[in-house]
């Protein structure tokens, strides 16, 4: 059974930093590239960024270039969003994604909240 | 960005048809892939997959959900509806970065 886990999620304050973690099992990591989406509260589905699945290429939504990273470890089967500057306007639920038939398989997601 | 426009809501009866439609645009279409894809999502869960690349059913989807269309036009239809089936849907597009959603069609009751 596939599984996506993320964690990291929670409070932070605006210009600070916070990391999230997904971790993958179920599936083989390594042929996947993945993704983050995320979701503002009672609103649609926005794509964030996207990783090849050896972690050569990266690619981000012009509102997160400079302050978001994707990244992923394949030896832990693990996918990363190091997000820096935090802006009030980043608060959502961040999902994590595999991405093969579009996004097939999907976390339950983790809620960051930027507030002061 | 190639923009997806959804009706915002849809009201049907149980046991119905329900035709859900998603228009991009700009083509979304290379050759003969269609690259428009369906997702469900009910009140407090993660999207799921339904349709890809347009018509394709994904694991483990029943076969009342279907999918049709090319170029700037899709259709999701559901026949006949169910109780479970109340949800928001939304089309996605990976024809060109970034991939966009549609901003969703609320499946209602009637």
């Known amino acids: 059974e596939v599984q996506l886990v993320e964690s990291g999620g929670g409070l932070v304050q605006p210009g600070r930093s916070m990391k999230l973690s997904c971790a993958a099992s179920?599936?083989?990591?390594?042929?996947?590239?993945m993704a983050w989406v995320c979701q503002a509260p009672k609103k649609g589905l926005e794509w964030v960024a996207t990783i090849s699945y050896d972690g050569s290429s990266t690619y981000y939504r012009d509102s997160v270039k400079g302050r978001f990273t994707i990244s992923r470890d394949n030896a832990k089967s693990t996918l990363y969003l190091q997000m820096d500057s935090l802006r009030s306007e980043d608060t959502a639920t961040y999902y994590c994604?595999?991405?093969?038939?579009?996004?097939?398989?999907w976390g339950q997601g983790v809620m960051v909240t930027v507030s002061s | 960005d190639i923009v997806l426009t959804q009706s915002p809501a849809l009201a049907v009866s149980l046991g119905q048809r329900a035709t859900i439609s998603c228009r991009a645009s700009q083509s979304v279409s290379i050759s003969r892939y269609n690259l428009m894809h369906w997702y469900q999502q009910k009140p407090g869960q993660q999207p799921k997959l339904l349709i890809y690349?347009?018509?394709n059913l994904a694991s483990g989807i029943p076969a009342r959900f279907s999918g049709s269309g090319s170029g700037t036009d899709f259709t999701l239809t559901i026949n006949p509806v169910q109780a479970d089936d109340i949800a928001t849907y939304y089309c996605?597009?990976?024809?060109?970065?970034?991939?966009?959603f549609g901003a969703g069609t609320k499946l209602e009751l009637k």
């Open positions: 690349r347009a018509s």
């Open positions: 996605q597009q990976s024809r060109e970065s970034p991939p966009t």
């Open positions: 994604a595999s991405l093969r038939r579009g996004f097939d398989y």
């Open positions: 179920g599936f083989t990591f390594n042929n996947y590239d």
